[in-house]
């Protein structure tokens, strides 16, 4: 049994004083709050920062629209609006221009993250507590934040463990996994062609690039047909600002234990790229901006794994499993912060369009999320970093109906699918709560179409219906708004 310092209570009041402390001077101050949000292709991360600024900003005239959003049940929130343009240090997110896009005659989603993007939104709001209250009254001004929100791919997330990891050793783990199951097939041709040059024989430039494109037609292959998301690396998917730089022209070649990857070797020259890769993309943007995101919740399409069959659904565990080794878990207080610098405070994990399944599925789809991350979720909670997962619907694009199937009245949906010409009723069937065991694959699972969005208002009045946006956020920066 392990015993606590003598200190330990000391120590702990100290640390709420020294965090109300700094808390309260923000509030006279005005202070920012990072928000990172992240996801996997198409879990619906541009989607999500529309609909959760325009509810924002609507809900100081709708207050129902965010019931759950602590500071506005209680009638605190005076107001918000977007931050002044080029306040930030990253490329804009394109608010403006989605949210017309979702509003339009013939609304449409709007297109992913291809980026680093931010937003911020200043947040007026009457204190609750007794010191805020206090020098709220002392200034003659209301509390205010700012919300900065930072959008980036989540394939990003994926690159992070190359940091602890040489080139030979990353590419036996890559070659391992893509050897097996359906990776093997979409992988048939680049492992074909690394067949035939083995990483001793000499550099050349046309060599390098035509495995690199392989590698990467592979990349694409597995995501776009087979739905599969524990892809490296990140950035051969999301290229974002770099485009086609040269020293992305790598790709993992058999290297076996103790071999020597001489100079001018086809070895060398992809390590060398790979070097520079982790020191140059995957080291600065940690350095610069993962590791200062106290905030994040990351977005999980688990219904669209679980379409795509067994082996996405395990792919796609294995890549939750690696996002969540990435954070940096802990408390936020003053002292720690000062001590082993910044870290993750919060982490929420969002299921994603829980509006293609009936209320009743809802739950079930955040405990399917809940038991995929189980073990790394045991580990944040044990270093006291916050963590939670909900069901998350961004926009409702679909309303609960009943129909009789096989004499019984059962729970569908009803929505119009991308691309189709009318609405119709959707029985989508039973969510699981556990992953599903190997013998339960050989039927599918779901019957879920991605669907149209409805119709919404771009002014900043009504807001846009959702499920849990509200409660995400007090999840997230709640704390941030007493």
């Not at 234990?257 to 070097?275: I, K, S, V």
């Not at 294995?318 to 982490?347: E, M, N, W």
């Not at 609405?423 to 599918?444: K, Q």
Request: with cysteine; aromatic share 8%; charged share 20%.
């Amino acid at each position: 049994m392990t015993i606590a310092p003598w200190y330990a209570p000391y120590l702990a009041k100290a640390q709420a004083w020294l965090s109300d402390a700094v808390n309260i001077a923000d509030m006279a101050e005005g202070s920012t709050v990072n928000l990172a949000v992240t996801g996997l292709s198409r879990s619906g991360k541009t989607v999500f920062i529309t609909s959760l600024i325009h509810n924002l900003l609507s809900a100081a005239h709708n207050p129902n629209r965010m019931p759950l959003l602590g500071v506005v049940a209680n009638g605190r929130l005076l107001g918000a609006r977007l931050e002044s343009p080029g306040a930030g240090r990253l490329p804009p997110f394109r608010y403006q221009e989605n949210i017309e896009a979702m509003a339009a005659g013939a609304p449409q989603w709007p297109a992913g993250t291809d980026d680093l993007r931010e937003i911020g939104i200043d947040i007026r709001f009457a204190p609750s507590n007794a010191p805020g209250k206090l020098l709220s009254e002392i200034s003659g001004n209301p509390a205010s934040i700012t919300l900065r929100i930072v959008d980036y791919p989540g394939e990003w997330l994926l690159d992070l463990p190359l940091l602890g990891q040489t080139y030979a050793e990353w590419s036996r783990a890559t070659l391992r996994l893509d050897r097996r199951g359906v990776r093997a097939e979409a992988a048939a041709e680049f492992l074909g062609f690394i067949g035939q040059h083995r990483h001793d024989e000499v550099a050349r430039e046309e060599t390098a690039k035509q495995a690199h494109d392989l590698y990467r037609a592979f990349l694409l292959r597995a995501r776009d047909a087979h739905g599969l998301s524990l892809l490296q690396p990140g950035r051969f998917l999301c290229p974002g600002s770099l485009a086609d730089a040269p020293f992305l022209w790598f790709a993992p070649l058999d290297v076996p234990d103790n071999a020597n990857l001489a100079p001018n070797t086809f070895g060398a020259l992809m390590q060398e790229r790979y070097d520079v890769y982790k020191r140059e993309v995957v080291g600065r943007f940690y350095e610069d901006h993962f590791r200062w995101f106290s905030r994040q919740i990351v977005l999980v399409d688990v219904l669209r794994a679980l379409l795509a069959g067994r082996d996405a659904f395990e792919d796609q565990r294995l890549a939750i499993k690696s996002i969540l080794q990435s954070f940096r878990y802990g408390s936020g207080y003053l002292i720690s912060k000062l001590i082993r610098g910044q870290h993750i405070d919060k982490v929420l994990f969002a299921a994603t369009k829980a509006d293609h399944v009936p209320d009743i599925s809802r739950d079930h789809l955040a405990e399917l999320l809940r038991n995929m991350a189980a073990i790394p979720a045991n580990e944040a909670k044990s270093a006291s970093a916050r963590f939670d997962v909900m069901p998350v619907a961004s926009v409702i694009s679909t309303v609960e109906d009943t129909q009789e199937i096989g004499g019984q009245r059962v729970q569908v949906v009803y929505g119009r699918p991308v691309g189709g010409g009318r609405h119709s009723n959707f029985f989508v069937g039973t969510v699981p709560i556990r992953p599903p065991r190997p013998d339960a694959w050989n039927a599918p699972f779901l019957n879920v179409p991605v669907f149209e969005p409805p119709e919404i208002n771009p002014s900043p009045v009504d807001g846009v219906p959702h499920i849990n946006l509200d409660r995400a956020l007090e999840f997230l920066v709640g704390d941030r708004l007493r």
